[in-house]
């Protein structure tokens, strides 16, 4: 069973910074796009970026593009989400979610069958 696992979230000044990690297990990242979603109380989910070995260009919504950076650590089978510049438009709960075989962006927006997902994570940013 895939299973996700989402940590680095907390409380931080505007202009701050936080790392996300969302950490991979019963599953290896060599098959899967990893996404990271972010939904703000009374706001629809948000795809915020996508990660897959199968491509050498990851997702960024535009929204964040430029301020955050996804990377991977294979050998812990872990994704990260680097959030810097960080704003209170950015607060959200974050969470992590796996597609099978790689990241599908349609008309500029993240999509496809993200059908596992992590228990999510607080993102708070003071102005």
């Known amino acids: 069973q895939v299973q996700l696992v989402e940590s680095g979230g907390g409380l931080v000044q505007a202009g701050g910074s936080l790392r996300l990690s969302c950490k991979a297990s019963?599953?290896?990242?060599?098959?899967?796009?990893i996404g990271w979603f972010r939904q703000a109380q009374g706001k629809e989910r948000e795809g915020v970026s996508c990660f897959s070995y199968r491509n050498d260009s990851p997702y960024y919504a535009d929204s964040v593009k430029g301020r955050f950076t996804i990377s991977a650590d294979h050998a812990k089978n872990t994704v990260y989400l680097q959030m810097n510049s960080l704003k209170p438009e950015d607060s959200a709960v974050y969470y992590c979610?796996?597609?099978?075989?790689?990241?599908?962006?349609?008309?500029?927006?993240?999509?496809?069958?993200?059908?596992?997902w992590g228990q999510g994570t607080q993102v708070t940013v003071s102005s």
């Open positions: 019963e599953f290896t990242l060599d098959y899967y796009g």
């Open positions: 979610a796996a597609e099978p075989y790689d990241c599908t962006v349609v008309n500029g927006q993240l999509e496809g069958s993200f059908d596992s």
